[in-house]
């Protein structure tokens, strides 16, 4: 991610004008899809671009801006989206924010503080009576396992049409029963979010990264060769030497374990590329402690 906060990326990114042309972009490909006609019919679609405008703006940290939270829940009580049409906005906003150039680490930001809005866009629930939040992680607010699958199945895409090299890295803590009850009950969220923290934190600004599993994180690095996966791990361990976790007056000392594919020719969906990473972390997790394996 980018070290850029929150409050900064509005600037950064150029502003209202570049918001523009991003919801622009978002109108026409969301108007090309028969699913999301209705939501449009009827409507003032230049009002609804001036909200989005404003929605995202909110979402990069417009400085001194009071977004109006109640006209948000008004703007869409009565279009009665779905949730699975949220997703889909969602993976469509997603891909406009790549193709812009968007920064990674950013993009996450972007669909995090969204998505923290949810229940005032979408009119369906779980039976529970809760929403899923399925592409954002909880505890960490990484992209999940979700959103990993979708942002691969679109660099893969990528891939293929401009043979630029795209690797995938899982990172797993070692030993993580014996690290979680070593945290405590109370400890589990804290060492998860240092190991967020500390990935973000190294990779490169273009990278993403996600949590999928309760110790497994995926970096997916893009234009990147295994050569350069190697310096971001060895960035990433030289990190955590540095930087311990200390939680309640405790020192909790931890190691990862890495396991690196490249995508090939022959890749054809993300989930083969996060088999093969994930097979490589399990032998380097074989073979002993912070070590890091190639597929």
């Given amino acids: 991610m980018s070290a850029a906060s929150l409050g900064s990326l509005f600037d950064k990114y150029g502003g209202i004008p570049t918001l523009q042309q991003l919801v622009r972009d978002f109108h026409q490909r969301m108007v090309s899809r028969p699913m999301f006609t209705r939501y449009f019919e009827g409507n003032d679609t230049r009002r609804m671009a001036e909200h989005q405008v404003e929605l995202i703006a909110y979402a990069l940290g417009k400085p001194a801006k009071i977004y109006n939270f109640e006209q948000l829940a008004v703007a869409h009580h009565n279009l009665g989206i779905t949730l699975d049409a949220y997703e889909d906005m969602i993976r469509i906003l997603r891909q406009v924010l790549l193709d812009a150039r968007i920064e990674g680490g950013d993009i ?138 200390i939680h309640d007056t405790r020192l909790i000392r931890y190691t990862l374990g890495m396991g690196i594919a490249g995508a090939t020719p022959n890749t054809s969906h993300g989930e083969s590329l996060l088999q093969a990473a994930r097979n490589a972390l399990l032998v380097a997790q074989e073979r002993g402690t912070g070590k890091v394996v190639d597929a």
């Avoid at 229940?119 to 939040?133: A, W």
């Fill in 108 to 245: 996450n930001t972007i669909i995090n503080t969204l998505d923290q809005h949810r229940h005032r866009i979408v009119r369906d629930v779980s039976p529970k009576g809760g929403l899923q939040t399925v592409h954002v992680d909880k505890v960490t607010g990484l992209g999940s396992q979700v959103a990993l699958f979708e942002a691969l199945e679109i660099a893969l895409e990528r891939q293929r049409a401009s043979l630029a090299p795209l690797t995938l890295m899982m990172v797993g803590l070692d030993q993580p029963e014996q690290t979680f009850a070593l945290a405590g009950e109370l400890g589990r969220d804290a060492l998860v979010k240092h190991i967020a923290l500390l990935l973000v934190r190294t990779v490169r600004d273009d990278d993403l990264v996600f949590r999928i599993g309760q110790g497994e994180f995926a970096v997916m690095l893009t234009a990147a060769t295994i050569e350069i996966a190697h310096k971001v791990a060895a960035r990433m361990t030289g990190s955590l030497a540095k930087d311990p976790l």
